[in-house]
């Protein structure tokens, strides 16, 4: 949903019947996924994991986490194993700390949201509803989207004269905000496109995601298929 080759996870919703209206995306949530790359999720999650498997059934990444019964982030831990890279996050604080070196890594603004990431020389900016609305860096600005609810939109990544935008339309029906499909495009050149198509429960939550994303950097264009597993826990 957010860059062009990214994890893309499940959306959760939470609601005592099939008629109460779906949560929107909390500040926290939308922000936090837009920038660590994954699908937010909605209502009172405590953890979750999501994990994304190529065509081979083969890992490629995972995403864990658990939050405070407030929605703030306790704990995050990524993986890509394409790419071999990690980190584990622990929230001490105004701070998420790395959990093995215990160095200070993200500070935060308000009640936990992204406010700098000192060692790139990045800073969050938020808009009045809190949500992340612009990252700023020594050499790229990102500016994010949402929608009413606060469902992420997309990005727009300027560094130099290079401008990656990435649009998401997500499903037209609300309990499947997951449903959606993405246009990257590099200097308005198209780049790729991501389609995704969900299994959800009778908590409108994703048990798993069909993912298709086509190369079109690349001549003929190139199919990457993938599928998504979720668990998610609630308080």
Not at 3 to 13: E, F, N, P, Q, R
Not at 97 to 122: F, I, N, Y
Not at 201 to 222: F, G, K, W, Y
Request: charged share 25%; glycine share 6%.
């Amino acid at each position: 949903m957010k860059k062009y080759v990214i994890m893309l996870l499940a959306t959760t919703l939470i609601g005592c019947d099939n008629s109460s209206t779906p949560l929107s995306f909390t500040p926290e949530m939308a922000s936090f996924s837009n920038e660590f790359d994954f699908d937010p999720l909605r209502g009172p999650v405590k953890d979750f994991s999501q994990t994304l498997f190529n065509d081979k059934g083969e890992v490629s990444k995972r995403i864990t986490g658990t939050l405070s019964a407030e929605g703030c982030f306790d704990t995050l831990e990524l993986h890509d194993l394409d790419a071999n890279t990690g980190v584990a996050l622990v929230l001490d604080a105004n701070y998420y700390l790395d959990a093995e070196t215990q160095q200070r890594k993200v500070k935060l603004q308000g009640k936990c949201q992204l406010a700098e990431l000192p060692s790139a020389g990045v800073t969050w900016e938020t808009d009045d509803n809190g949500f992340v609305v612009a990252a700023h860096g020594k050499e790229r600005v990102v500016n994010y989207r949402y929608d009413a609810d606060g469902y992420p939109l997309g990005k727009t990544t300027v560094s130099g004269d290079q401008r990656l935008s990435v649009q998401s339309t997500p499903s037209k029906d609300v309990r499947k905000r997951m449903d959606y499909s993405a246009v990257s495009t590099l200097n308005d050149k198209p780049l790729g496109n991501v389609k995704q198509s969900c299994d959800y429960d009778r908590h409108n939550n994703t048990i798993s995601c069909e993912l298709i994303i086509s190369d079109e950097s690349v001549t003929p264009a190139v199919e990457h298929q993938y599928t998504i597993k979720n668990t998610i826990e609630y308080y």
